[in-house]
């Protein structure tokens, strides 16, 4: 697709292709009557799609695929913040939207642009956290903020970075336990070998995403990828080959 043409944008400057962008979703929405009957609402199940295809490209996509992507997620936001732009009692552009996350990630980086000091990934969470403790002081949990909608694999594993940090940790049956008590290792056989409803399944579950966590793997990654093998494997049957 290409953007708008510059006699009739003439604010548009050549070597500001962000801009640019931008003016081109402006026409979009002025003049496309499918774009026109959008609201943020209808608009979210093409902000999962295109996550997940970033996320495909990201972890099993040429350089190409990548760039692509990214565009197409940088609409979705681009799309939002014209929506926002024409809201009759509170509107924002993507300006304010560029403006607040400016300032929120110079807030959050102190060790960059203020005199902290960070040495380490891990002092530099600690200013991270501080920073974004004093931006949401009216949350009353550790859970505020926590999305429901996140992929079951993933919210347990940040459900279980909160969990430790009120003192909880999972022991290696799925249970919370104070920290401290968890049990050391995690026999996934036993677990298995033992699964005899789905609510047992689902401490297994838990439990493995502990170990997850206590590795420094992503879960939600991790089960990508072996399905990923296993598309493969099934093309591979379909296509003919017995190995």
């Known amino acids: 697709m290409t953007g708008p043409d510059r006699d009739s944008h003439p604010m548009i400057p050549a070597a500001d292709p ?25 608009l979210v199940p093409y902000l999962v799609e295109e996550s997940a295809e970033l996320i495909d490209a990201v972890e099993d996509g040429t350089r190409d695929d990548l760039r692509e992507e990214l565009g197409d997620l940088l609409w979705q936001v681009l799309f939002h913040a014209e929506i ?28 960059v642009f203020a005199g902290a000091v960070a040495n380490t990934p891990e002092e530099v969470l600690v200013h991270w956290n501080a920073a974004k403790a004093a931006e949401k002081g009216a949350r ?20 279980l970075g909160k969990a430790g940090s009120v003192g909880l940790e999972t022991s290696n049956q799925g249970i919370l336990v104070e920290t401290g008590d968890a049990d050391p290792g995690l026999d996934e056989n036993a677990l298995v070998g033992g ?49």
């Not at 732009?85 to 060790?111: C, N, Q, W, Y």
């Not at 609510?199 to 995403?209: D, P, R, T, Y």
């Not at 990923?228 to 003919?240: F, N, P």
């Open 84 to 111: 926002a732009s024409r809201d009759p009692d509170d509107p924002f552009d993507i300006d304010d939207v560029a403006r607040g996350l400016t300032e929120k990630m110079v807030r959050r980086h102190p060790h």
């Open 195 to 243: 699964i005899a409803t789905e609510a047992a399944l689902g401490e297994a579950l838990l439990a493995l995403v502990a170990t997850a966590r206590a590795n420094g793997w992503d879960a939600e990654r991790a089960l990508r990828e072996r399905l990923r093998t296993l598309e493969h494997d099934i093309r591979r049957r379909e296509a003919g080959d017995p190995t």
């Open 18 to 42: 962000l801009r640019e962008a931008a003016e081109t979703m402006r026409a979009v929405r002025d003049r496309c009557v499918w774009t026109q009957q959008i609201d943020h609402r209808a």
């Open 140 to 159: 009353t949990s550790v859970l505020d903020g926590v999305s429901a909608h996140m992929p079951s694999l993933a919210l347990a594993q940040k459900l």
